[in-house]
């Protein structure tokens, strides 16, 4: 998971162009274990940014060395979120993501509901948190 979240590092940083930080890391699912012997393919893209905060998916593909199979699997797939900070270390806005083909879009509008989700999720726990205070 380590490796995930510096993928994801990577392209918030290249995304944003400053120093980012991993806010949250969600909805991670594990399809197969990687075995012993494995090489794996780490690929990381920006699905959705709003103007606080990107969200970015990672997906972990293995390919097992030991058989000569060249085969590849998907073994991990993780969402992170990130936020960009300034040089003071406040967050600051994030540039718009440039969604170019359909499948782009696709994955924007699935990555601004589980913002949404999300958003929904944080104002229900603050809600509680308050109400039991």
């Known amino acids: 998971m380590k490796l995930m979240d510096e993928v ?29 012997g494995s090489l794996c393919h780490l690929t990381g893209r920006a699905t959705f940014a709003s103007s606080r905060s990107l969200e970015i998916e990672v997906m972990v593909d293995t390919e097992y060395l030991m058989d000569g199979s060249k085969v590849k699997e998907r073994a991990v797939h993780a969402f992170f979120t990130y936020v960009s900070l300034g040089p003071d270390g406040k967050t600051r806005p994030i540039p718009q993501l440039q969604v170019q083909s359909e499948g782009e879009n696709i994955r924007f509008q699935q990555g601004k509901l589980r913002y949404e989700q999300r958003k929904l999720k944080r104002a229900a726990a603050n809600k509680k948190k308050t109400s039991t205070s």
């Open 8 to 36: 994801a590092g990577c392209v918030a940083a290249r995304h944003c162009r400053t120093n980012v930080v991993t806010a949250s890391m969600d909805a991670t699912n594990f399809h197969k274990r990687v075995k012993l």
